[in-house]
């Protein structure tokens, strides 16, 4: 079975008298009640005592807080612990969290909020035990579809509290970073291997044996978005995204990647207010801008090839999300090759080639030099290169960068971009022989 979502559960544990003296079994409520509804929503049951010691809050606890995807806050009783955990969690996830008592009330602070009500018999235990199990079972299936703030801060502060996100200096980190089963890291690895005419069915096959999406562990859903990219399969990351759980669909990382493959399969209107609204809500970022820009040349590049007047407009606003992209973290050399690009391609003497250049080389070369391997640096040093004429840098670069390929869409990209520059040159009658060469063996690695 693949590794599932986590419903965390903030609950006491053993027996507790309430206000009235009457002793509680929670442990009974746990075995009965809560981890049996957990497992009937397709998720994974983890309760706080099983990791944390009791009266102290480690981060191990704030870890799972902000972390799991789901959450169970048991309020029968007023233990203090509970409620500061409760309070953690809503100051940090806007969904997911389910509220549960079997008290005849909740204290004023919390009594505005939706609790499931369950019963107890004379001995403290849960009684009406199926009715209790499945309520709680539909309201997180509840929670799987449903992404309206369950949080007070997130309902009544709208726009104060932005949620968790997913930090990373490049989106392809992620995947190696993330921790999660070697298994089905291995398995999507396998995947992408199997070449571009195999690739998508054996990710559809691993996609379909997941199940309920939004009920798998992150850390898997993530890399199979991600794989679907390597893969070219635009509209299965669409679908994908549109089942994922809420919360992960809200990250920076999920929409930047979602608004990636809207842009590829054509829909640039939603990819442009998508990151647009990204940049608004959450600031510039390389990798946000870095995508909005390509939105923008990519109209440019369909405006000039139809001979639309309205091309020039499309260059100098990918121009400048790139230049806002590589302004905010002048460590990434995307958004910063891709204004240099653009920039020899519509006008080449503008000023601000040399001010650029030399700091996307040193940014990239630094990287190179603390062992980077990544295909991106090794790339950038071929664009700067043929940009600055000097083709025999480029070729003395490639081998590098085919050496750190991991996704043919990569080699793609860098061949695309090239091929927009000897355009440029063959229309100015420049000689491109040297650079075809280049050309030629990106393509072929972008062929898989």
Known sequence: MPHRAICFVIMPFGKKPDDNGRVIDFDSVWREIIAPAIGDAGLEAVRADDEMSPGVIHNAMFERLVLS?????????????VYYELGVRHAVR???TVLMSAGERLPFDVVHLRALLYALDAEGRPRDVSTARRALADRLEHCKRNDEPDSPLFRYAQGWFKGPQVDHEKTDVFRRDVSYSRAWKNRLKLARAAGKGKAVAALDAIRDELGDIAAVEAGVVIDLFLSYRGADAHERMVSLYETMDPVLCHTTLAQEQYAFALNRLGRRDEAEELLSALIFERGASSETCGLLGRVYKDRWDAAKKAGDLAAAGWAQKAISAYLKGFNADWRDAYPGIN????????RPDDPRIAEVAPVVRYAVERKIAAGASDYWNHATLIELSVIAG???????????ALAALREPWEAGTTARNLGLIREAWAAAGKDEGRLDGVIAALEGKAKG
């Open 69 to 81: 995807e789901y959450a169970i806050a048991d309020l029968t009783i007023f233990n203090p612990n």
């Open 94 to 96: 806007p969904q997911s």
């Open 339 to 346: 204004a240099l690009t653009l920039m020899a391609l519509t």
């Open 390 to 400: 000097d083709l025999a840098a480029a070729e003395t670069a490639l081998p590098d």
